[in-house]
Every structure is written in structure tokens, then in C-alpha cells.
């Protein structure tokens, strides 16, 4: 199967009144297991999708992830979730099946997701709120940070106060419980980059619900937040330009201190 068929055409991300225009929030579903699902939430307009590779009830295997990329259209950012694996395998996966993103969302250090970052096109590096890594964000060398609940991947909302500090200097998505229900107050409490939402749109570990994750677009492209300058809210001034870069491994020496 190829192509977006059964939500051919593709004319990119909804926009005017009723889902927002191209100046909202950039959008990642994640946990993403068939094609169903990754094409209806591209046809809502969904920026990002991710695949687990990680041990989870999400879980993923590569020759599954490869079928459905092959049907996506070269717009959408595909980010393999990978949980302290070896640098190399993360590299190696994401490069072989053609992702356009890593998500770091485990224990790496500075040294190892500056390695991997220096070898994939865009490296997201997911940290918990109220995490001393968050002030040092930049010691990491990541484009974007994906802050989460304390317990991450748990599903569960934190308190957005302590978001105000990584959300005001840096992009990030907003991640943590995030549902139809809240995202629109998410989005206009905390002004994130983007934000992220797995188990929110779901109706069983997994699979996407259609209506929660349509409700979930609706919400997040009709939220309003107060813009400040930077990457926020500016299509032409974002952290990196995914649709353009295509860089692979680099040859770089090893300059990171984890062994794969």
C-alpha cells in the first residue's frame, strides 16, 4: 500500500477559523502503531508523529514503522522514541528507515545526545519538569526539549508553573497528560513551541480514538496563547528547518563518552 489513500489528497495542515491558521502550535501524536492511525492524524494535520522503539505498551518494531512512513507524505516529522538505548542503534535506526527525528527519552547524558544530534537531522531530548537537566538543557545539544511530567510517560498533567522558566528560552513541547480537554488551556497558560499527547487521544493502549483526536487538533489549533519573540508562533523562525535538512551520519569522531 503507498500513498495517503483513504485520506488522499493531502493539502498540509488544516487552517483558518476552525482549526487556527499556520502561526499555532506545532502538534506530535505520538505512539503511533499503524497506518490508520498515522494517516488520520495526518490528515488532521498532526506536524509530527512519533514510533516507540522503547519497551512500552506503544511498542513498535522497525518493519512496522518503515511500512507506514512509506505512506506519509515528506512533510510530517517522524521521531523514533528511543529509551537508553546505545547512541549507535538510535543512529542507525533512525538513518535506515529514512525518521526525520530521534527523542531521547531516557537517562542520556550531555555527551551521548550531542553524539546522536551530530548524526540525525533533528534531536529531541525529553526531560522531566523540575529536572536540574532543564537549566542545563543546553549542554545537550538538542533543538528541541520535551518536557514531561516527573514521571514520564506516565500520562499524568504537572503543575505548568514549572514550565515558565524552559518555556520562556528555549522551544519546547509540552507534554504530561496532556487531553482534548486540556490542551487549549495548556497552550495558553505555558506558550510552548508545541505540545505532544500519546494516551490523551487514545482508545485502548495504542490505537487512536478519531473523534478524541480530532477534538484534540480542534482545541490545540483554536488555542490563543501570548505570543513573545523567538521561535514561538513564527513559522518563518523556527529552532531548525526539518522539511530541509537531510543530514545523515556525519563521520565525526566519537565525541561522546556512553558506549552503544
Not at 522503539?53 to 516529522?77: C, K, T
Not at 534531536?123 to 538543557?137: C, E, N, Q, Y
Not at 486540556?182 to 493502549?205: C, F, H, K, L, T
Amino acid at each position: 500500500m503507498t500513498g495517503r489513500a483513504p485520506y488522499e489528497p493531502y493539502e498540509g495542515p488544516p487552517t483558518g477559523p476552525e482549526m487556527g491558521d499556520d502561526s499555532t502550535v506545532f502538534i506530535k501524536i505520538c505512539g503511533i502503531t499503524c497506518a490508520e492511525d498515522a494517516l488520520l492524524a495526518t490528515a488532521l494535520g498532526a506536524d509530527a508523529l512519533g514510533f516507540i522503539f522503547a519497551p512500552s505498551r506503544r511498542q513498535v518494531s522497525e518493519r512496522v514503522v518503515r511500512d507506514i512512513v512509506g505512506q506519509l507524505p515528506p512533510d510530517v516529522m517522524t521521531v523514533g522514541v528511543f529509551r537508553n538505548t546505545g547512541r549507535a542503534r538510535v543512529v542507525e535506526t533512525v538513518n535506515r528507515i529514512g525518521l526525520r527525528a530521534a527523542q531521547l527519552h531516557g537517562d542520556e547524558s550531555p555527551a551521548t545526545t550531542k553524539w546522536v544530534a551530530d548524526r540525525v537531522p533533528v534531536t529531541i531530548r525529553a526531560l522531566p519538569a523540575g529536572s536540574p537537566d532543564v537549566d542545563r538543557f543546553d549542554e545537550f545539544g538538542a533543538d528541541l526539549l520535551l518536557l514531561d511530567a516527573p514521571i514520564p510517560g506516565a500520562g499524568k498533567v504537572f503543575d505548568w508553573a514549572m514550565a515558565d522558566g524552559p518555556s520562556s528560552i528555549r522551544p519546547m513541547l509540552l507534554a504530561g497528560g496532556l487531553t482534548p480537554d486540556n490542551v487549549g488551556e495548556a497552550i495558553e497558560r505555558v506558550d510552548p513551541y508545541g505540545v505532544d499527547v500519546a494516551s490523551g487521544v487514545e482508545a485502548a493502549p495504542g490505537r487512536k480514538d478519531p473523534r478524541l483526536l480530532r477534538a484534540f487538533m480542534t482545541n490545540a489549533r483554536a488555542a490563543r496563547p501570548t505570543r513573545v519573540e523567538g521561535y514561538r508562533g513564527d513559522p518563518t523562525n523556527r529552532p531548525f528547518d526539518w522539511q530541509q535538512d537531510e543530514a545523515g551520519p556525519t563521520g565525526e569522531a566519537d565525541r561522546g563518552t556512553d558506549r552503544p
